[in-house]
């Protein structure tokens, strides 16, 4: 039995959070979804990295000042 994909991890994830909301309006989906979703990604990058910051962003394919700047976001800097 084959592990489902990240798209569909988040896609049932979105489908059940939406569904709990129960009526209620959802808002902000798409940043609460990014933000979600960057912060492992992010912490996942820089081990795999061994915290090295150049060679992060180079993984992720943005400017390390961006990585920096995201890197605080998160508060893991």
Do not use: F, W
Request: with cysteine; hydrophobic share 40%; net charge negative.
């Amino acid at each position: 039995m084959s592990r489902p994909s990240i798209e569909e991890c988040v896609r049932d994830s979105l489908e059940k959070y939406l569904s709990d909301l129960d009526g209620e309006a959802a808002t902000n989906v798409y940043e609460m979804v990014m933000r979600t979703v960057e912060k492992p990604v992010l912490e996942i990058v820089m081990r795999h990295a061994a915290h090295n910051q150049s060679q992060a962003a180079a993984i992720l394919g943005i400017n390390r000042n961006t990585l920096r700047k995201k890197l605080g976001e998160h508060g893991l800097l």
